[in-house]
């Protein structure tokens, strides 16, 4: 299995990015997705997630209405959809993937996932 992370880099608070995570070795379809950050010296903490019927989930409140979590199961990717972002934003984001059944709710838990990508690197400056 590969989560290939991509779309990080360098913005001016207020700008946007967008991340993709590509999926291979596994079955897209069946798999709960999440996006996750880390900044040096912290704990990774859950973003975002989306459940196999495509139901997004918010975890963090800073940035709800900013941030939007979508998938497209055709090619297997997950998006995050970043806007407004802000200096608290700049982190290294990982995808996750967990193979769930269909009416599960993706978890905020790091050790609900059972795939990971190599993340992606977001730098906001002011």
């Known amino acids: 299995v590969q989560l290939q992370a991509s779309g990080g880099g360098f913005v001016q608070a207020g700008g946007f990015l967008r991340l993709s995570c590509v999926a291979s070795?596994?079955?897209?379809?069946?798999?709960?997705m999440a996006w996750f950050r880390q900044v040096p010296g912290k704990e990774r903490e859950s973003v975002a997630a989306?459940?196999?019927?495509?139901?997004?989930?918010y975890f963090i409140d800073s940035v709800k209405g900013r941030f939007t979590i979508s998938r497209d199961n055709a090619k297997k990717t997950v998006y995050l959809q970043m806007n407004s972002l802000k200096q608290e934003d700049t982190a290294v984001y990982y995808c996750a993937a967990k193979d769930t059944i269909l009416t599960v709710i993706p978890s905020k838990y790091a050790d609900f996932y059972a795939y990971w990508g190599r993340g992606t690197q977001v730098t906001v400056s002011s």
């Open positions: 070795g596994l079955t897209f379809s069946r798999n709960a």
């Open positions: 989306i459940s196999r019927s495509g139901s997004p989930l």
